[in-house]
């Protein structure tokens, strides 16, 4: 089969699927395909947690219908995976032997879960939560009687969304594996990973910092007991990983397009390769504010990118409106057991950027940290002080000599509004 598309996608997700219904409403004639290797419409992977815990019903978080996209013109191929790119034929071809044309590419594959195996992970069940399909197997589970006691390895992001699901579904013994020395490490110092550690213990979470695991077994009960450096054991009837992605990048390597932890675009997200386009998860972006590329991995970035990246796929093939740059400041929040937390920019750590320099204040129950380069603000971590974000915000996207406002951001008892303007 041989499909021909002035545009097409690879990818329907959230940037996938923005991208397509961005170009609809440029270019009414324009012909629209999305690839995805899912077998489901758009849904939302923010409302999975909700999901999980009851709140929301399954068909709930599916933010399309099948005739959403066919009202719009866009043809959706579902459970369809790109595994050939021809860039000179401006060609795609899928493991099922679809073959798709195109004029304009984007690239919105996001990533997969990164593999985890350690000794006997192949005789027990290891749940990952990254797929609509991941929290439908965990709903299951929970629902049934013997579900009581879970085991979570890692420590971002993921593993906190899990508790709040968790949690909300009246599990009190959860314990969870995090092999840094304490929570968040690269991102915090001592003072902000110890108020995380606080309120998860507070409401009763087992942390285990400084643990990683080194066997599982199964129990003659059909429970996982899974070992870690410290030869301790914990017991589980669901044992969940979340330990981040990997991009969908060999795929699509070489011919022009450029590939490091992502794919490598312009501020445009346009890649090496003219009128190929990558967004979401898998572009690694550059940014102006920055004057370096960035690989973000969150929803509302993801959305942001597929709108840009749509608007200038239909430029440069209609020369309708005009090419636009993505300037977002990244930002990533979540509220996890009444805590509210916010990574605004970039907070790699130092081990990530030599020369970065840090500044916390804090108090009692909030933290602020603040991630400068040659005094200007790159990132920013907020623990129940959102209040800040705004002016935060502007002095990292105009790039700004902080110099002045160092004792402000290191003084727990200013409000920063009242003197950064």
Known sequence: MHIEADYLIIGGGIAGTTAAETIRNKDKHGTIAIISKEPHV????????????GALARDQVF????????????????????TVLDLKRKEVRTRKGVVFSYK???????GRVKPWHVKGSEDVSVMRFHTIDDASMLYDKLSGKQAK????VGGGFIALELINALRSRGLSHIHCIVPERRFWEHHLDDAGSAIIERYLQENGILLHLNE?????QRTD??????????TISYDADILMVGIGLDREVKTFSGGGIEVQRGIITDEFLETGVKGVWAAGDIAEYYSLAFGRNLLVG???NAFLQGRIAGLNMVFRHTALGSAEVFGYVPLYAITVLGMHIAFLGD???AKDRSGRTFISRFQEEWYERFFLEDNKLVGAVFINKFEDKQVIELLIKEQRDCAPFISYLSDPTVTLADYIT
């Open 298 to 300: 969150n929803w509302s």
């Open 347 to 349: 907070v790699s750590g």
């Open 104 to 110: 304009q590419l984007l690239i919105a594959a996001g």
């Open 212 to 216: 990683t695991v080194t066997m599982l």
């Open 42 to 53: 758009l849904y939302s992977r923010v409302l999975l947690p909700k999901y999980v815990e």
């Open 221 to 230: 009960e059909g429970r996982s007991a899974v070992y870690t450096n410290r």
């Open 63 to 82: 933010l399309r219908t099948a005739e959403d996209y066919n009202k719009r013109g866009i043809s959706l191929y579902v459970d369809e995976e790109a």
């Open 149 to 152: 006691d879970v085991v979570i």
